[in-house]
Protein backbone atom coordinates (compact mmCIF):
# COMPACT_ATOMS: atom_id res chain seq x y z
CA UNK A 1 0.00 0.00 0.00
CA UNK A 2 1.22 3.06 -0.40
CA UNK A 3 1.96 6.07 2.03
CA UNK A 4 3.62 9.03 3.14
CA UNK A 5 5.24 9.76 5.74
CA UNK A 6 6.02 13.66 7.85
CA UNK A 7 8.19 12.65 10.43
CA UNK A 8 8.02 15.95 12.37
CA UNK A 9 4.68 17.46 13.23
CA UNK A 10 6.36 21.10 13.34
CA UNK A 11 9.52 22.91 12.46
CA UNK A 12 10.41 26.36 13.77
CA UNK A 13 12.94 28.75 11.96
CA UNK A 14 13.93 32.31 11.86
CA UNK A 15 13.22 34.32 9.14
CA UNK A 16 16.07 34.25 6.53
CA UNK A 17 17.31 31.04 7.72
CA UNK A 18 16.70 28.01 5.36
CA UNK A 19 14.05 25.49 5.91
CA UNK A 20 13.79 21.80 5.51
CA UNK A 21 10.23 20.06 5.60
CA UNK A 22 10.95 15.96 5.16
CA UNK A 23 8.89 13.65 3.12
CA UNK A 24 9.61 10.54 2.56
CA UNK A 25 7.20 7.62 1.01
CA UNK A 26 6.38 4.37 0.31
CA UNK A 27 4.77 2.93 -2.89
CA UNK A 28 5.25 -0.10 -5.25
CA UNK A 29 5.95 1.62 -9.01
CA UNK A 30 6.83 4.59 -9.99
CA UNK A 31 5.47 7.82 -7.93
CA UNK A 32 3.98 11.40 -8.61
CA UNK A 33 4.90 13.57 -5.87
CA UNK A 34 3.22 16.66 -4.62
CA UNK A 35 3.24 19.16 -1.62
CA UNK A 36 0.45 21.32 -0.74
CA UNK A 37 0.52 24.21 1.79
CA UNK A 38 -2.68 24.59 3.62
CA UNK A 39 -3.21 28.35 4.92
CA UNK A 40 -5.66 28.94 8.11
CA UNK A 41 -9.12 29.27 7.04
CA UNK A 42 -7.99 28.34 3.43
CA UNK A 43 -7.83 25.49 1.29
CA UNK A 44 -4.93 23.63 0.19
CA UNK A 45 -2.85 25.31 -2.50
CA UNK A 46 -0.48 23.44 -4.63
CA UNK A 47 3.21 24.45 -4.10
CA UNK A 48 5.49 22.41 -7.03
CA UNK A 49 5.42 18.81 -8.06
CA UNK A 50 7.72 15.85 -9.41
CA UNK A 51 6.20 13.78 -12.17
CA UNK A 52 9.95 12.89 -13.92
CA UNK A 53 12.75 14.43 -14.95
CA UNK A 54 15.05 16.44 -12.98
CA UNK A 55 15.27 15.68 -9.62
CA UNK A 56 15.47 18.93 -8.66
CA UNK A 57 11.77 20.60 -9.12
CA UNK A 58 11.12 24.25 -8.25
CA UNK A 59 7.65 25.55 -7.49
CA UNK A 60 6.03 28.92 -6.10
CA UNK A 61 6.88 31.25 -3.72
CA UNK A 62 10.54 30.36 -4.28
CA UNK A 63 10.22 26.41 -2.60
CA UNK A 64 11.79 23.87 -4.14
CA UNK A 65 11.79 20.05 -3.77
CA UNK A 66 14.64 17.18 -4.16
CA UNK A 67 13.22 13.63 -5.20
CA UNK A 68 15.33 11.09 -4.14
CA UNK A 69 14.56 7.70 -5.22
CA UNK A 70 17.32 5.47 -3.50
CA UNK A 71 16.25 7.08 -0.41
CA UNK A 72 12.46 7.34 -1.36
CA UNK A 73 12.08 11.13 0.05
CA UNK A 74 10.99 14.25 -1.31
CA UNK A 75 11.97 16.75 0.67
CA UNK A 76 10.77 20.76 0.77
CA UNK A 77 13.58 23.42 1.14
CA UNK A 78 13.78 26.96 1.06
CA UNK A 79 16.66 29.17 0.97
CA UNK A 80 15.15 32.01 2.92
CA UNK A 81 12.46 31.83 4.85
CA UNK A 82 9.74 34.25 5.59
CA UNK A 83 7.33 34.82 7.94
CA UNK A 84 4.53 34.60 5.59
CA UNK A 85 5.64 30.99 4.96
CA UNK A 86 4.10 30.19 8.56
CA UNK A 87 1.67 27.15 7.58
CA UNK A 88 0.76 23.59 7.17
CA UNK A 89 2.43 21.63 4.49
CA UNK A 90 1.92 17.99 3.48
CA UNK A 91 3.22 16.06 1.10
CA UNK A 92 1.66 13.90 -0.99
CA UNK A 93 2.43 10.98 -3.40
CA UNK A 94 0.05 8.76 -6.22
CA UNK A 95 0.91 6.44 -8.65
CA UNK A 96 2.22 6.82 -12.25
CA UNK A 97 0.29 4.08 -13.49
CA UNK A 98 -3.22 4.77 -11.46
CA UNK A 99 -6.11 7.27 -10.79
CA UNK A 100 -4.32 10.49 -9.42
CA UNK A 101 -6.08 9.86 -6.05
CA UNK A 102 -3.08 11.49 -3.34
CA UNK A 103 -2.25 9.84 -0.39
CA UNK A 104 -1.53 12.76 1.88
CA UNK A 105 1.02 12.85 4.95
CA UNK A 106 0.32 14.31 8.51
CA UNK A 107 0.92 17.41 8.11
CA UNK A 108 3.80 19.65 9.30
CA UNK A 109 3.67 22.71 10.92
CA UNK A 110 6.37 25.33 9.84
CA UNK A 111 6.88 28.09 11.97
CA UNK A 112 9.00 30.97 10.88
CA UNK A 113 10.18 33.68 13.50
CA UNK A 114 11.14 37.28 13.09
CA UNK B 1 -11.37 32.44 -12.75
CA UNK B 2 -13.16 31.22 -10.94
CA UNK B 3 -11.71 28.32 -8.33
CA UNK B 4 -13.20 25.43 -6.89
CA UNK B 5 -16.56 26.35 -4.45
CA UNK B 6 -17.74 24.22 -1.97
CA UNK B 7 -21.16 24.96 0.28
CA UNK B 8 -22.19 25.32 2.83
CA UNK B 9 -18.87 26.72 4.49
CA UNK B 10 -20.40 24.97 7.55
CA UNK B 11 -22.83 22.52 8.37
CA UNK B 12 -23.72 21.04 12.01
CA UNK B 13 -26.47 18.84 11.85
CA UNK B 14 -27.70 16.10 14.52
CA UNK B 15 -26.70 12.54 14.23
CA UNK B 16 -28.85 10.23 12.80
CA UNK B 17 -29.54 13.28 10.47
CA UNK B 18 -28.82 13.37 6.42
CA UNK B 19 -26.68 15.62 4.83
CA UNK B 20 -25.66 16.87 1.26
CA UNK B 21 -22.33 19.19 0.49
CA UNK B 22 -21.98 20.17 -2.96
CA UNK B 23 -18.95 20.59 -4.78
CA UNK B 24 -18.33 22.90 -7.36
CA UNK B 25 -15.97 22.56 -10.16
CA UNK B 26 -13.28 24.40 -12.05
CA UNK B 27 -14.97 24.96 -15.02
CA UNK B 28 -14.40 22.31 -17.83
CA UNK B 29 -12.07 19.89 -15.25
CA UNK B 30 -13.32 16.03 -16.37
CA UNK B 31 -11.76 14.86 -13.08
CA UNK B 32 -13.27 15.99 -9.39
CA UNK B 33 -12.50 14.25 -6.26
CA UNK B 34 -13.73 14.10 -2.25
CA UNK B 35 -11.49 14.07 0.48
CA UNK B 36 -11.96 13.88 4.26
CA UNK B 37 -9.80 15.92 6.92
CA UNK B 38 -9.70 15.41 10.47
CA UNK B 39 -8.31 17.42 12.53
CA UNK B 40 -4.43 16.71 13.04
CA UNK B 41 -4.50 14.65 10.08
CA UNK B 42 -4.21 14.81 6.60
CA UNK B 43 -6.70 14.79 3.91
CA UNK B 44 -7.87 10.79 3.13
CA UNK B 45 -9.89 10.53 -0.37
CA UNK B 46 -12.93 9.21 -0.45
CA UNK B 47 -14.00 9.01 -4.25
CA UNK B 48 -12.91 9.66 -7.73
CA UNK B 49 -15.08 11.00 -10.33
CA UNK B 50 -14.34 10.74 -14.19
CA UNK B 51 -16.90 12.44 -15.92
CA UNK B 52 -20.15 11.55 -14.41
CA UNK B 53 -19.50 8.16 -13.15
CA UNK B 54 -17.38 7.13 -10.11
CA UNK B 55 -14.05 6.05 -11.54
CA UNK B 56 -13.05 4.99 -7.93
CA UNK B 57 -14.76 5.06 -4.27
CA UNK B 58 -12.53 3.12 -2.56
CA UNK B 59 -12.43 5.12 0.16
CA UNK B 60 -16.16 5.61 0.88
CA UNK B 61 -15.42 5.02 4.64
CA UNK B 62 -19.20 2.85 4.32
CA UNK B 63 -22.06 2.54 2.89
CA UNK B 64 -24.00 5.69 4.19
CA UNK B 65 -21.96 7.67 2.20
CA UNK B 66 -22.74 7.84 -1.57
CA UNK B 67 -22.14 10.84 -3.99
CA UNK B 68 -23.19 11.91 -7.46
CA UNK B 69 -22.05 13.71 -10.31
CA UNK B 70 -24.87 13.23 -13.02
CA UNK B 71 -23.87 16.30 -15.32
CA UNK B 72 -20.02 15.92 -15.19
CA UNK B 73 -19.62 18.89 -13.41
CA UNK B 74 -21.88 19.81 -10.14
CA UNK B 75 -20.95 17.11 -7.41
CA UNK B 76 -22.89 16.05 -4.42
CA UNK B 77 -21.67 13.97 -1.23
CA UNK B 78 -24.64 12.73 0.73
CA UNK B 79 -24.54 11.34 3.71
CA UNK B 80 -27.02 9.33 5.37
CA UNK B 81 -27.45 8.55 9.31
CA UNK B 82 -24.71 10.82 9.93
CA UNK B 83 -22.82 9.89 13.45
CA UNK B 84 -20.25 11.86 15.61
CA UNK B 85 -17.45 10.37 14.02
CA UNK B 86 -18.63 11.83 10.41
CA UNK B 87 -17.18 15.09 11.66
CA UNK B 88 -14.74 16.57 9.68
CA UNK B 89 -13.45 19.15 7.00
CA UNK B 90 -14.87 17.48 3.74
CA UNK B 91 -12.43 18.89 0.51
CA UNK B 92 -13.37 18.89 -2.87
CA UNK B 93 -10.80 19.39 -5.72
CA UNK B 94 -10.61 19.33 -9.42
CA UNK B 95 -7.79 18.89 -12.16
CA UNK B 96 -8.20 18.73 -15.78
CA UNK B 97 -7.94 15.22 -15.95
CA UNK B 98 -7.45 11.95 -13.53
CA UNK B 99 -4.38 10.86 -14.67
CA UNK B 100 -1.01 12.04 -16.05
CA UNK B 101 -0.13 13.36 -12.60
CA UNK B 102 -2.22 17.18 -12.95
CA UNK B 103 -2.13 19.08 -9.93
CA UNK B 104 -5.49 19.04 -8.04
CA UNK B 105 -7.24 21.97 -7.34
CA UNK B 106 -8.93 22.38 -3.89
CA UNK B 107 -12.25 24.23 -2.77
CA UNK B 108 -12.29 25.90 1.11
CA UNK B 109 -13.99 22.65 2.68
CA UNK B 110 -17.10 22.28 4.16
CA UNK B 111 -17.12 21.79 8.11
CA UNK B 112 -19.70 19.10 8.93
CA UNK B 113 -20.19 18.80 13.43
CA UNK B 114 -22.05 16.02 14.10
CA UNK B 115 -24.16 16.64 17.34
Known amino acids: AQSVAQPEDQVNVAEGNPLTVKCTYS??????LFWYVQYPNRGLQFLLK??????LVKGSYGFEAEFNKSQTSFHLKKPSALVSDSALYFC????????????FGTGTRLQVFP | GAGVSQTPSNKVTEKGKYVELRCDPISGHTALYWYRQSLGQGPEFLIY????????DSGLPNDRFFAVRPEGSVSTLKIQRTERGDSAVYLC?????????????FGPGTRLTVT
Open chain 1, 92 to 103: AVTLSYNTDKLI
Open chain 1, 50 to 55: YITGDN
Open chain 2, 49 to 56: FQGTGAAD
Open chain 1, 27 to 32: VSGNPY
Open chain 2, 93 to 105: ASSPSGQGGYEQY
